[in-house]
């Protein structure tokens, strides 16, 4: 398919701006201005129709295919949701931080602040910032939470520790504040080897990220031990919330011990994950850290009223423009508010129970590394394929001919040839037995016809990519 | 609605296939004493009720016209934006893990990257950050990587709020943050030319500044680079419709904020920020990058590349955490450039900048305010008033204008100055009530 510059055609135009009602004002001088006007593309507004409507239609989502990425809880994003977002399009966000700007904003600072408070509920957390951007912004957005509290205690703190099942978000979040990522191995039983973390405990750590249930979908039963462990050499302890949609209303991060929370809403919260992004990441923290929560803060005054707070010298400071992805938040929102307790329990439970089932019809033909029952998400090895020299990806390639988005294959990195199964609970039983049919057929392909596998995919716009080519190469502008 | 479509006699028959009684038997790894304690929340709702809730909340704020900015710019939005984006086989779906699936995202996010680069005048963007003031704090980053310096000059003429994310991102790393007080809303250069030596990774800088002044920073490049550093500029994409470039100037880095770019103000995002530089930095680049390529029949396709760089390959070595960024936004921002095009992109330049020279004459003309502004302005200019411009922007919005953004949370002893934001969408009525309320609130009480 051209390019959209390709299609360009000089002095074609699409939008018109409207007429100016005010005198033109005198030029620039030259040096301020670009030689030339920037070579955007001169198509009418139909080739512009034309041209991204056609590829959305060399994309698959949620909405047109089964999508079991495992680790990314691609459930189904109510439309009304998108609908509810719109309803704040308009709404500036600096005239929340003007002087007399509080009055003119009540209801963006209510819901973020209702926002907040349900968020807090839900993890057992004392207080939410919804700034961070997403999973990972939260992340690095806790740790220098984390960070602050132990300069303010005068702690002198190097280390964080993660176990090597977590996301690469962790360890790379920690870093981006400075610390020294230690990493423990998965003990044979799935969770963190709890030898190998008492013997890298020390004085010196700062956190302690966990996963729970980590990302082969299996839940740490010691996972209070390791958060008191951590709390004897006074280190946080930090819950990646990614799989938070496993135990909604069975567990909450801050009963159990943990002292910080990231949530996404693009995951649990049923937000749509757009391609990449907009995710958002909101932050619950337990009261120690709660000074050091970032600016701008949204608060409930005494009179119930809603405010903005910027002036907290013990904050760490923005970590964002403004009040995070609002538009993003008030989809999430409408999802709590629409499913509310007994549908966000039900949410988990279904989850669970989708994953369990898959899992079940899938490990006479598939390995499991870890063999137990497992919360919404399922780790298979394509080890025994691999004796016909068929691997995770090829697997993955064939799925998609048969019209499913794969799972997440290789990941997490400590399972050979990982495929990892997130069915989300809003798929139905027939939906799952057809995935689960082609799956068996990709293992009987594995040992019947190998080298049918290594073709896949054949119905997409374009077959298997090379993706050496592009990394040596490096053409990402067109020109 | 329901969100589950799970029927009783499903439910039987996959806990028979699994081989448990219920669906608690399957929290059992989960211990009793780990169980939450509390799950208070109120009770689910129809679609219906939550759109009157969210409705009712929508009604609490109230319309003002904003003649502010601080980073986010009431701009026009074509329909087509809208329509197309919301096209859900690009808003359902996933980071693009699997090109044969994603070949729309992928292309898009190309020739995204290819409009950002011709607008900044790099031949390299990544595929969208999360907003105009992290990627400020990446490029700063980035800059350190690059030159394996701990030293970063920051004009303090960039946008408040930018600064306070970069000393957020930085407040924990080995770095020396030194912050330039701005002159006449720009560049300090002899102080610049004090503070740089070959310590220094790079100097931020902004065009046009928060006070509204365009600069061109072609000579401050040399400067830089004549001490090894680079030079990081953010910018306002609106602007660059009409503004020298990046590239044009000598940049390095060039990042920005993409809400602009057809972008719904919502609050305050979600939208994107953008990165850009020359080719020879992309090895440090941050985040996502798409590559073109070609398939086993030779035909081109795209796919993301240089993987390398990133947290889930590299982990804590890699060249930021960054892992879902703003594709959707950066979607938007490619489509309304399309619709605009060439001309219509330097069309929407000039309305702004013709409605910001007007809004200036007509407040220049009310006695007691100034224009502080002495250099060429894009759409923003800082005056100052007689009085506190808190007290002023306050009482205004009691009457449905945003005045300006008053600098004196943000510079000391500019607590009589605002800066004054006009875009497109201000009409030459709404200009005038302002200067009229303006002179009336100053001149006739």
Redesign the interface.
């Known amino acids: 398919?051209q390019?959209?510059?390709e299609k360009s055609v000089p002095?074609?135009?699409?939008?018109?701006?409207?007429s100016?009602?005010?005198?033109?004002?005198?030029m620039?001088?030259r040096?301020?201005?670009?030689?030339e006007?920037?070579?955007?593309?001169?198509?009418s507004?139909l080739d512009?129709?034309r041209?991204?409507?056609q590829?959305?239609?060399?994309?698959?989502?949620?909405?047109?295919t089964f999508?079991p990425?495992g680790s990314?809880t691609?459930k189904?994003?109510?439309k009304?949701l998108?609908?509810?977002?719109r309803?704040?399009?308009?709404?500036?966000?600096?005239?929340?931080?003007?002087?007399?700007?509080e009055?003119?904003?009540?209801?963006?600072l209510?819901?973020l602040h209702h926002m907040g408070e349900?968020l807090a509920?839900?993890t057992?957390m004392d207080e939410v910032t919804c700034q961070p951007?997403?999973?990972?912004?939260g992340?690095?957005t806790g740790i220098?939470l984390i960070?602050a509290y132990h300069r303010a205690k005068g702690n002198k703190k190097k280390y964080v520790i993660v176990p090597d099942s977590s996301?690469?978000?962790n360890?790379?979040?920690?870093?981006?504040?400075?610390?020294e990522?230690v990493t423990i191995p998965t003990a044979p039983y799935g969770d963190m080897d709890l030898d190998a973390f008492r013997a890298a405990l020390n004085d010196e750590v700062a956190a302690v990220m966990m996963t729970c249930p980590n990302t082969l979908g299996?839940?740490n039963?010691h996972?209070?031990e390791i958060c008191d462990l951590a709390h004897s050499v006074d280190a946080m302890v930090y819950y990646d919330g990614a799989n938070l949609n496993a135990?909604?209303?069975?567990?909450?991060p801050g009963?159990?011990g943990f002292d910080v929370v990231h949530v996404n809403l693009?995951k649990t919260f049923g937000t749509?994950?757009?391609?990449?992004?907009?995710?958002?990441g909101p932050v619950g923290v337990k009261k120690a850290l709660v000074p050091f929560l970032?600016?701008p803060r949204v608060i409930k005054r005494n009179d119930a009223s809603f405010g903005v707070e910027?002036g907290n010298p013990q904050s760490?400071?923005?970590?964002?423009?403004?009040?995070?992805?609002?538009?993003?938040m008030?989809k999430a929102?409408?999802y709590?508010?629409?499913?509310?307790?007994?549908?966000?329990?039900?949410?988990s439970?279904?989850a669970?129970?989708?994953a369990?089932?898959v899992m079940?019809?899938l490990k006479d033909l598939y390995e499991v590394p870890y063999d137990?029952?497992c919360?919404h998400e399922c780790v298979f090895s394509a080890a025994r394929q691999m004796q016909h020299d068929v691997h995770a990806i090829d697997i993955?390639?064939f799925l998609?001919d048969k019209g499913y988005?794969?799972p997440?294959v290789y990941?997490p990195l400590i399972v050979k040839e990982a495929i990892m199964i997130e069915p989300t609970?809003?798929?139905?039983?027939e939906t799952l037995d057809e995935f689960i049919a082609v799956m068996r057929e990709a293992a009987e392909t594995a040992e019947t016809d190998p080298a049918a596998l290594k073709l896949a995919?054949l119905t997409?716009?374009?077959?298997?990519?090379?993706?050496t080519?592009?990394?040596r190469?490096?053409?990402?502008?067109?020109? | 609605?329901n969100?589950?479509?799970?029927t009783p006699a499903?439910?039987r028959?996959?806990?028979a296939?699994?081989?448990?009684g219920s669906?608690?038997e399957?929290?059992?790894?989960?211990?009793a004493?780990?169980?939450?304690?509390?799950?208070?929340?109120?009770?689910?709702?129809?679609?219906f009720?939550?759109?009157d809730?969210?409705?009712?909340?929508?009604?609490?704020?109230?319309a003002?016209t904003?003649f502010?900015?601080?980073?986010?710019y009431?701009h026009?939005i074509?329909a087509?934006v809208d329509?197309?984006a919301?096209?859900?086989?690009?808003?359902?779906?996933?980071?693009?893990?699997?090109?044969?699936?994603?070949?729309?995202?992928l292309?898009?996010?190309?020739?995204y990257?290819?409009?950002i680069?011709?607008?900044t005048?790099h031949?390299?963007?990544n595929?969208?950050l999360?907003?105009?003031?992290?990627a400020l704090a990446e490029a700063a980053?980035m800059a350190l990587r690059a030159t394996s310096r701990s030293r970063v000059l920051v004009d303090g003429a960039i946008n408040p709020?930018?600064r306070?994310?970069l000393?957020?991102?930085l407040?924990?790393?080995?770095v020396e943050i030194v912050e330039l007080a701005p002159v006449d809303g720009m560049l300090d250069l002899q102080a610049f030319a004090r503070e740089l030596d070959e310590r220094c990774a790079a100097l931020l800088v902004q065009n046009p500044t928060f006070f509204g002044a365009?600069?061109?920073y072609?000579q401050v490049a040399e400067q830089v680079h004549g001490c090894g550093g680079l030079l990081v500029a953010s910018v306002y994409p609106v602007a660059?419709?009409?503004?020298?470039?990046p590239g044009?100037m000598g940049v390095d880095i060039a990042v920005g904020?993409g809400q602009s770019l057809g972008n719904?103000?919502?609050?305050?995002?979600?939208a994107?920020g953008f990165i850009s530089a020359s080719?020879k930095y992309?090895r440090n680049m941050p985040g996502?990058?798409?590559?073109?390529?070609?398939?086993?029949?030779g035909?081109?396709?795209?796919?993301l590349?240089?993987q390398?760089r990133?947290?889930?390959?590299?982990?804590?070595?890699?060249t930021?955490?960054?892992?879902?960024?703003?594709?959707?936004?950066a979607?938007r921002g490619?489509?309304f450039?399309?619709?605009?095009?060439?001309?219509?992109?330097?069309?929407?330049a000039?309305?702004n900048?013709?409605?910001?020279?007007?809004a200036k004459s007509a407040l220049a003309a009310i006695k007691g305010v100034k224009i502080l502004t002495v250099a060429?302005i894009f759409n923003e200019f800082t005056v100052s008033l007689p009085v506190e411009a808190?007290?002023l922007?306050?009482?205004l919005?009691?009457r449905g204008i945003?005045a300006g953004?008053?600098l004196g949370?943000y510079y000391q002893g500019a607590g009589n100055c605002m800066v004054v934001t006009v875009t497109?969408k201000r009409?030459?009525g709404e200009?005038d009530r302002l200067a009229t309320e303006l002179d009336m609130l100053l001149n006739q009480n």
């Open positions: 398919m390019l959209i510059y002095a074609r135009r699409a939008v018109r701006m409207p100016s009602d005010v005198p033109a004002a005198a620039l001088p040096e301020l201005l670009r030689s006007p920037a070579d955007l593309p001169e198509l507004e512009v129709v041209h991204f409507t590829l959305s239609r060399r994309n698959i989502g949620v909405d047109t999508y990425l990314c691609m189904y994003n109510a009304s998108e609908d509810g977002a309803i704040s399009a308009p709404f500036h966000p600096m005239i929340a931080l003007l002087p007399g700007g009055s003119c904003a009540q209801g963006s209510a819901m349900l509920e839900i057992g951007l997403a999973g990972a912004h992340e690095m220098m960070a996301h690469g978000t360890p790379a979040s920690a870093a981006m504040v400075g610390y990522i299996l839940f039963p996972i209070k135990i909604l209303g069975q567990v909450r009963d159990v693009h749509p994950h757009g391609a990449g992004g907009p995710g958002s970032p600016m910027t760490i400071g923005r970590t964002a423009n403004f009040f995070g992805n609002f538009g993003v008030a929102y409408a709590i508010l629409m499913l509310g307790r007994e549908g966000l329990i039900d949410a439970e279904k669970v129970l989708n369990n089932y079940a019809r137990q029952t919360m993955a390639k998609i988005h794969p997440t990941f609970e809003t798929e139905s039983k995919p997409t716009p374009v077959s298997r990519l090379d993706e080519k592009a990394a190469e490096q053409n990402v502008c067109f020109t | 609605m969100f589950t479509p799970h499903e439910i028959e996959m806990l296939t699994i081989g448990v669906i608690q399957l929290f059992n790894p989960i211990p004493e780990l169980r939450a304690r509390s799950f208070d929340l109120p009770a689910g709702m129809s679609e009720e939550m759109l809730r969210l409705q009712d909340l929508a009604a609490q704020n109230c003002i904003p502010v900015g601080g980073g986010y009431d026009l074509p087509a329509h197309l919301g096209r859900s086989e690009f808003y359902t779906a996933y980071t693009p893990y699997q090109p044969e699936a994603s070949q729309g995202s292309q898009a996010l190309f020739e990257q290819t409009a680069c011709r607008l005048g031949d390299v963007s595929a969208s999360y907003d105009g003031g992290t980053l709020f930018h306070s994310i000393k957020t991102y407040a924990n790393l080995d365009v600069a061109d072609s660059l419709g009409l503004l020298k470039s044009e904020d719904h103000l919502s609050f305050g995002g979600p994107f080719k992309i996502r990058i798409v590559g073109e390529t070609v398939d086993r029949e035909r081109r396709g795209f796919v590349t240089l390398a990133e947290q889930h390959i590299k982990r804590h070595k890699a930021s955490n960054i892992c879902s960024n703003q594709s959707l936004c979607l490619l489509i450039l399309a619709a605009l095009g060439r001309q219509g992109f330097v069309e929407l000039l309305l900048r013709d409605k910001a020279e007007y060429p808190d007290r922007v306050s009482e919005i009691g945003a953004v008053p949370p497109e009409s030459r200009i």
